[in-house]
């Protein structure tokens, strides 16, 4: 990775990985001993078209920084349709952010088939980095702890 942390700030990403592609591409990636940054967590599910909106809105509210749900190529979905589905909650996802106040780019959506272990590492590389660039969410309750942190400074000056 071509960018490092920017001082004590450890990005917190959660990626939602279908069950049958994505994680499967992230195994590879694993296996192949492939160099990924360590800020993210997998969750893993049967189908990205399962991830419910309200679980990424309440992710963001408990402090993550960036979320990343990543599925089979269109097409190719072992459910048939389930990740035309997560493309049109996305899109609604995406402008519903960014009414909330954080960057729509905080947010992404992938496609990685099983036998891609290298897109995996490129794609999540890429996204932590994007995520380092924009620092710490600005909503949920990290945010509002580093506020309390910054009032309580700021009183006993």
């Not at 994680?23 to 078209?49: E, N, Q, W």
């Not at 999540?124 to 620092?135: H, P, R």
Request: one cysteine or more; hydrophobic letters at 40%.
């Amino acid at each position: 990775m071509s960018k490092t942390v920017a001082g004590d700030f450890k990005p917190r990403v959660l990626v939602f990985c279908c069950n049958w592609c994505a994680y499967a591409g992230a195994d590879l990636a694993g296996v192949s001993r492939l160099k990924i940054t360590p800020h993210f967590r997998v969750i893993r599910t049967m189908c990205s078209g399962r991830v419910d909106p309200e679980l990424i809105l309440e992710a963001f509210a408990e402090g993550a920084d960036g979320i990343m749900v990543a599925g089979c190529h269109p097409g190719d979905c072992h459910y048939m349709e389930g990740n035309y589905k997560t493309m049109r909650r996305m899109a609604f996802l995406k402008k519903l952010v960014a009414d909330l106040g954080l960057e729509p780019d905080r947010l992404a959506l992938e496609w990685v088939s099983a036998g891609e272990g290298g897109r995996f590492r490129e794609v999540i590389n890429g996204f932590v980095e994007k995520i380092i660039e924009l620092g710490p969410s600005p909503i949920g309750k990290r945010a509002e702890a580093r506020a309390g942190k910054a009032e309580s400074a700021a009183a006993h000056q």
